[in-house]
């Protein structure tokens, strides 16, 4: 039994067939269906399980808009959760499965919900699961969460890649239906530049869904021929399976591609989408209109569906969902669908129409009146109609098309706040006068619901957007009638008649919310979840609005609509994110020293983009404190050397240059001698510290700053701010060339020794004093940079060379230094060193602290002006009581001393009411042979030598520590001045 | 959002930072007798206007210029972009 329900024509393939499976059953199909196509054309009507009550379901509509019909697609780590299978394209060895199910699609388990939906009601788990409270975490919403739900993830990496695009036109189309197509035609000929997209495969929109005829052809070989013209026009981008998601700000547009959906793997090379950014200058939105379902008990039946989906699955896809079919209208558009049906071969158990006044027709009974149920357990069987005069008539029918009216699909002029209006004659809301800048509306979407009123629409349009004189050409004849809709939207007396099929909200959930006294459109939607989820709401909120207004005895517009937002359709999050994951899922910056630490076996870590060497493990060590603890006694020993290139560096040139320092750092530097290098701290204008450095003055003219790794850009931003916007006239200019030099910290008592085998020039104590700094040539005439500072409290240096050569200075240093046992470290150790030393860093500068928090209160120059001097005064940030950074030691050397632990009195309560400071840094010191750390204590520098108490609560500790100085090596610096 | 760039031309606010309210460029006279309170309304008084402002943008991955960009802080269009150094100047600020 292969493709029992196949009708004659259609657009579909037949010398194309396609293999796919479903739930594990092989079928057939051809090139150019969809899957729903497909399964209806072999007679499978349920294709899926309902959000909630788990109720049989098919497919609703034929488009992007369907509630239903949602399948787990592929297999393995390509498989995609809450595909609709009314737009995926059926390709060779399609596997697909039904999802929310427990047990198989016919005999679900969960169905049992069915029977409870009176528990099940809106607000439920507001309702039902109030107590006790652990329960809701633990039992509730596990249970909930694997009952209710829709498809389910692979766990594993998508292997596809997805890519991100830009694209610029002076005119995006959304939407290749009639008034698209005219559109391009119009704006193509004239010379512009044109995207047009459509998210669908075959492009000519509902053309393709309708025998209808454009002139002397049919709708879709005028599409057709539309389209062969507009592919030979240069300035026409024609963009099929690209959904346009979102309208943003000042023309630009959203849109994803799918290159590779509609193949069993992508090809090599090809990403499976493509996210686009679209800038365009003028935007006509085509998108159509989606037809609206009516409310009736039972109507979620699978075989019951929109009257124009069955009009598609006919037309375009020579499909019929079942050998007989009704139709429940009230509208001229019902009629059309049972006309083209008919002469299909298709019976057509009657159309039952709520007007009195329905077309007649000589090939099948029109009846007036209404459906008021309907019967068959996994598909529909009969149809129940209530007539006009009274009595009740069964029809025997698989398939029923629901005709309620068109709703213009307004979605995307609303992204930028727009509002719709109500029209009384299409009863339905269009397009307000709010649209995003430099959009126009045409066709169905904007209420324009014949051919002809959609082509016209097109064209005047597109001379609309483009500014183009002149009269509208002569159009080709086509239909043009109006629909004639009485408006109608439930049956009376139904309760569980489905709105929202996606969702499960029925005509009884919409009246039970407003009981309860929701009164706002957008708490309906929150309460019931009307309009939620994978669709949208595209064809359930229509009804709900409706529903709603007659409750509050007010009109549809006075109710209004939700808002409606990006993305137009459901969007992976891989197109999202695009390339940027794992690895790339930000730049990484490598230091000049990378492959040399890597041949040594480096250990990395991320700070910021950079990667920085970690430590440097030895055979033979077991544990990161073993080659820590040797890396910092190698250098205090001897010598040490550290990649220090991360360091932020700011150029700062021209007369001024000092003057702007001034501004930017709270102590002085107009008088820093040129080739002397001084510690600077910055304040942000509120008077907490921002950042700390070094500026070196290499020329009366020329500075260079170092910022901490993590600051480097915020600081640079900050000091350019200070330039153009404060003191514009000053002559300073600035550059960061953080990246233009590798520099490496040369640290211990034997860098001079090591350095001075580079280094050209004389680096005597005597000849290059601590806080030296020069312009030097090093290796016989390599242009270099020499600065005598220490971070590690050693004497030390830090050398810079042009970062092309910092490979080979690294590999320099390490040969001339063997003789001195010369040692690299990393991050750790380094972090070791200054913490010995009570250097404040990132967790002492975290952006709460001010100077004299930081124990340099007395570094705020108030002879000058500069940047948080004003505000650094505040009484708040002054007086007794302040936190003041010391140093903290255990008074048993086997104790820890975490960081984040609190400092508490000797004798006090230990609570948050008498927290005395807290530990921002710690470490194990090997020179002292225990742990040590620095934090901040309220008056710290009166408490030297103070007992107290050191607690974490989190980590279980509770110490004795002692209060020191922050200084616990050499605090008298000589080491520095050697 | 597109800002056009007064040297650049209209970029995308992708590659532009932003700091906020352009009064910042009116920082206060530190010698002044109401400092105090000056710096004080300067650093923590500001407007937040649904409609027109004056902001300053960075334009952090491209020239490296700030920016003063006026937007319509509901509708975000943009009526006019200058360089901040400009204005300041026009402001009377100096070195």
Known sequence: ?978 | MIIDHPLLGPRDAAEFTYMGDAKLIDRPDWQSDTAAQDFYEYGYLRDNPAGWHEELWFHEAGDRSWLVVTRNTVTHEISKVELARDVARAKGRSK
């Open chain 1, 1 to 978: 039994m292969t493709q029992m329900n196949r009708l004659a024509g259609g657009q579909i393939d037949r010398n194309k067939t396609c293999k796919f499976t479903f739930d594990g059953k092989a079928y057939t199909g051809h090139q150019g269906d969809t899957l729903a196509s497909a399964l209806l054309a072999n007679g499978v009507r349920l294709m899926g399980r309902s959000f909630k009550y788990h109720r049989p379901r098919g497919v609703l509509t034929a488009g992007s808009e369907e509630p239903n019909a949602l399948v787990e697609l592929r297999a393995g780590a390509r498989q995609e959760p809450n595909t609709r299978a009314t737009t995926a394209e059926l390709y060779d060895g399609l596997f697909a499965k039904s999802q929310n199910r427990l047990g198989s699609l016919k005999f679900d388990l969960l169905a049992i919900n069915d029977r409870f939906s009176n528990f099940l009601t809106a607000g439920f788990y507001y309702k039902t699961f109030m107590w006790p409270a652990a329960f809701w975490e633990k039992l509730y919403e596990p249970i909930i969460r694997n009952a209710a739900g829709l498809g389910s993830l692979s766990l594993e990496d998508d292997p596809d890649v997805y890519d991100k695009g830009f694209l610029h036109c002076d005119l995006l189309i959304i939407g290749a239906g009639p008034a698209g197509l005219m559109a391009a035609l119009t704006a193509g000929r004239a010379g512009t530049d044109v995207i047009l997209a459509d998210e669908d495969f075959a492009v000519g929109g509902r053309l393709n869904s309708e025998t209808l005829t454009i002139g002397d052809q049919s709708g879709a070989a005028w599409a057709a021929q539309a389209m062969t013209e507009l592919r030979s026009l240069p300035n026409v981008r024609i963009m099929p399976r690209t959904t346009v998601i979102g309208a943003f700000d000042h023309g630009i547009y959203g849109a994803v591609e799918r290159v590779s959906d509609h193949m069993h793997t992508p090809d090599a090379g090809k990403p499976r989408q493509i996210l686009w950014r679209l800038y365009a200058k003028q935007t006509i939105l085509a998108a159509g209109a989606i037809e609206r379902p009516i409310a009736f008990e039972n109507n979620d039946r699978p075989g019951i569906m929109l009257a124009s989906a069955l009009r598609t699955y006919a037309n375009r896809f020579a499909v019929t969902a079942d050998k007989r079919v009704a139709i429940f209208t009230n509208n001229d558009d019902g009629h059309r669908t049972a006309a083209d049906l008919h002469a299909k071969g298709v019976k057509i158990s009657a159309v039952v129409d709520v007007r009195p006044d329905a077309p007649r027709s000589m090939d099948y009974e029109v009846l007036q009146g209404e459906v008021v149920d309907t019967k068959g357990r996994l598909g529909l069987t009969f149809a129940e109609v209530k007539q006009a005069d009274g009595n009740m008539r069964t029809l025997e029918c698989g398939a029923l098309g629901m005709s309620g009216g068109w709703n213009p699909n307004v979605h995307m002029t609303c992204h930028q706040r727009g509002r719709p209006v109500w029209n009384a004659d299409i009863a339905a809301f269009v397009p307000g006068a709010d649209l995003p800048a430099g959009m126009v509306v045409a066709g169905a979407a904007n209420g324009d619901l014949s051919t002809a009123g959609a082509l016209r629409g097109g064209a005047a349009a597109a001379k609309q957007a483009l500014g183009l004189k002149g009269r509208l050409p002569t159009m080709p004849e086509t239909e043009d009638k109006p629909i004639n809709l009485k408006p109608f939207w439930y049956v009376e007396g139904c309760s569980r008649a489905w709105l929202d099929q996606q969702n499960d909200v029925t005509v009884k959930d919409v009246k039970l919310s407003h009981q309860e006294g929701f009164r706002s459109v957008e708490h309906l939607k929150r309460y019931t979840t009307l309009g939620m989820a994978t669709d949208q709401g595209k064809t359930s909120n229509m009804g709900g609005l409706a529903i709603m207004a007659e409750l509050a005895g007010k009109t549809i517009p006075e109710v209004g609509t939700t808002i409606f937002r990006p993305p137009y359709t459901p969007t992976a999050i891989g197109v999202l994110g695009g390339r940027h994951r794992g690895q790339e899922f930000h730049p990484k910056r490598l230091t000049p020293s990378h492959r040399w630490a890597t041949e040594q076996g480096a250990i990395f870590v991320e700070v910021g983009n950079w990667l920085r060497a970690q430590w440097f493990p030895r055979k033979g060590e077991t544990t990161w404190r073993e080659s820590v603890d040797r890396e910092v006694l190698a250098t205090r020993n001897s010598v040490g050397v550290c990649d220090v290139t991360t360091l932020g560096k700011v150029d700062v040139q021209g007369t001024d240059a000092a003057a702007f320092l001034n501004k930017i750092y709270c102590n002085g530097f107009a008088l820093l001698a040129v080739g002397k290098t001084r510690y600077g701290l910055m304040l942000r204008e509120d008077g907490i510290a921002m950042d700390d450095g070094t500026a070196a003055r290499l020329a009366e003219d020329h500075f260079v700053v170092t910022t901490t790794t993590a600051n480097a850009l915020p600081v640079y931003r900050h000091m350019e701010f200070v330039r153009q916007c404060l003191y514009p006239d000053m002559d300073v200019q600035l550059i960061s060339t953080t990246e233009a030099w590798a520099q490496y910290a040369v640290a211990g008592p034997n860098s001079r020794n090591l350095l001075s085998k580079i280094v050209d020039q004389d680096i005597s104590n005597d000849a290059f004093p601590f806080m030296a700094c020069a312009n030097i040539t090093i290796c016989g005439g390599l242009r270099a940079r020499l600065f005598r500072i220490s971070f590690s409290g050693e004497l030390a240096y830090e050398i810079a060379v042009p970062t092309a050569y910092g490979d080979a200075l690294m590999r320099k240093i390490m040969d001339a230094g063997a003789e001195f046992d010369v040692t690299p470290y990393g991050t750790e150790a380094l972090g070791v060193m200054r913490i010995e030393k009570g250097h404040a860093a990132g967790n002492e500068l975290n952006g709460t602290t001010t100077a004299l928090n930081l124990g340099m209160g007395r570094m705020v120059s108030k002879k000058k002006d500069s940047i948080g001097s004003t505000l650094s005064e505040r009484e708040g940030l002054n007086g007794d009581g302040q936190l003041y950074q010391v140093g903290i030691k255990p008074v048993d050397a086997n104790d820890p001393v975490p960081a984040g632990a609190h400092l508490m009195n000797a004798d006090g309560p230990i609570d948050a009411a008498h927290d005395q400071g807290y530990v921002t840094s710690a470490c194990f010191s090997p020179n002292l042979g225990h742990a040590i750390a620095i934090g901040f204590l309220k008056d710290g520098a009166n408490r030297m030598g103070e007992t107290m108490q050191l607690v974490s609560p989190l980590t279980r500790v509770h110490v004795d520590v002692e209060i020191t100085s922050a200084h616990f090596i050499d605090p008298e610096g000589e080491r520095l001045r050697a």
